[in-house]
């Protein structure tokens, strides 16, 4: 069998489940992580001297798994991060949020309002994804994440380990604010905390709905901003001067999550917009 006609074959196998683009996406990770085989092998429709047996990830990816739990990694702003159940997969609208963090970070340094090593915290860190992309993009600084679970924290302790990048990991539940007094102050404080509605899970997709981890993920429609109203509590208190905070949002909640830390005396609040054009972070600095 050639490279091509496998990934014609295996393309359309799982082509009932998804449409012809995402199929060949999801079978070119495929096919490079289990044999490596690049694109250009099957533009080339190289010869292949054995073929792996691809049945049990056929049917994996028929009951919508997302491949990147299959294949147990995914590539986040230019490195590559192991991946579990424990952990949601990393979004390319994140990546917006550690390129606005570094850009403004470089801004306020040029500008000499902030500390070239700064103290950072990234709150409930799953992947280490975020705590380990700023840090490897800033000389000398000091990362801390936080995450109440334990098997997260495991992953990316891993991941920060595999990118060579310094990360303290802590188990917190941070909504505990009792625990709040007793951590430390922080130049930069980041966060992609979970803000999805329970009202919002039929609209959602099955491969997330059954595989990614709830605890993440969703918030109870009675009270969605749970988690900003402590971020922003926390960050008055633990931020340093011309510190700033950035977190992604629930798009139906910019003007209500940016009131948060406005109500919070913070004296610049932005909501910026992802590369869709939808409300995707706020800003705020002290």
């Known amino acids: 069998m050639s490279a091509k006609t496998l990934f014609q074959q295996l393309v359309s196998e799982i082509s009932a489940v998804y449409d012809e683009n995402e199929a060949k996406s999801i079978v070119y990770l495929v096919l490079e992580h289990f044999q490596g085989i690049s694109k250009t092998d099957i533009l080339l429709d190289n010869p292949l001297n054995e073929v792996f047996d691809y049945q049990e990830i ?3 990816l028929k009951n919508h798994e997302p491949v ?5 990694e995914t590539e986040f702003y230019g490195r590559r991060f192991k991946v579990s159940p424990a952990t949601l997969i990393p979004r390319p609208e994140t990546e917006e949020l550690v390129e606005l963090t570094l850009n403004t970070f470089q801004d306020l340094v040029k500008n000499k309002l902030i500390v070239s090593n700064p103290k950072i915290l990234d709150i ?3 992947t280490g994804c975020i705590a380990i992309s700023v840090g490897g993009g800033i000389d000398n600084a000091s990362v801390t994440a936080y995450d109440i679970s334990t098997k997260a924290l495991q ?4 991941n920060a380990v595999t990118n060579k990048v310094k990360v303290d990991f802590e188990e917190v539940n941070f ?3 009792s625990k709040h007094e007793s951590l430390p102050m922080f130049d930069i404080i980041l966060s992609n905390p979970p803000y999805v509605t329970d009202f919002e899970k039929q609209e959602m997709e099955q491969n997330v709905l059954a595989y990614e981890p709830h605890l993440a993920l969703f918030v109870e429609d009675d009270n969605p901003l749970i988690f900003y109203i402590a971020i922003a509590k926390f960050a008055k208190k633990h931020l340093s001067v011309n510190g700033f905070c950035i977190v992604e ?3 139906s909640f910019g003007l209500e999550t940016a009131a948060l830390f406005w109500d919070e005396g913070f004296s610049s609040v932005e909501v910026v917009k992802d ?5 995707r972070m706020v800003k705020a600095h002290l």
């Open 58 to 60: 056929i049917t994996r």
């Open 68 to 72: 990147q739990y299959i294949i147990g």
């Open 124 to 126: 409930g860190t799953g």
């Open 155 to 158: 992953i990316a302790q891993e």
């Open 175 to 177: 909504l505990d604010e």
């Open 249 to 251: 949002i629930n798009q």
């Open 275 to 279: 590369f869709f054009g939808r409300d």
